[in-house]
């Protein structure tokens, strides 16, 4: 089991930029498919990125490429999200993920983090 806590979170203007951090304990984050996910107020968690264990392929959301991009260090066993060009449709609990396959399901994550809220204001 790998534990996981995203920080990162706030406040930004639309067309600002965040940077959100997954750090993980437990287990080898090289282990693990990790991934973004993020559920607005009364809407289903949604996917937004993910990464294979060793960094080679990433995937992203329709809606958040050009504008996020998703990054590992898995010495330091931690995972980023860089959100840029941030829209107020942006705004949610963004929950970092860990999974052994490269899915865009919810479901398929076995180990979650707490979420940590960001706000984009018009």
């Known amino acids: 089991q790998v534990q996981l806590v995203e920080s990162g979170g706030g406040l930004v203007q639309a067309g600002g930029s965040l940077r959100l951090s997954c750090a993980a304990s437990g287990d080898t984050l090289s282990r693990y498919v990790m991934g973004w996910f993020r559920q607005a107020p009364g809407k289903r968690r949604e996917f937004v990125a993910a990464?294979?264990?060793?960094?080679?392929?990433?995937y992203y959301a329709d809606s958040v490429k050009g504008r996020f991009s998703i990054s590992r260090d898995n010495a330091k066993n931690t995972v980023y999200l860089h959100m840029n060009s941030l829209k107020p449709g942006d705004t949610a609990v963004y929950y970092c993920?860990?999974?052994?396959?490269?899915?865009?399901?919810?479901?398929?994550?076995?180990?979650w983090g707490q979420g940590t809220q960001v706000t984009v204001s018009s």
């Open positions: 990464m294979s264990g060793n960094g080679g392929r990433s």
């Open positions: 993920a860990g999974s052994f396959n490269l899915t865009r399901t919810p479901s398929a994550f076995r180990s």
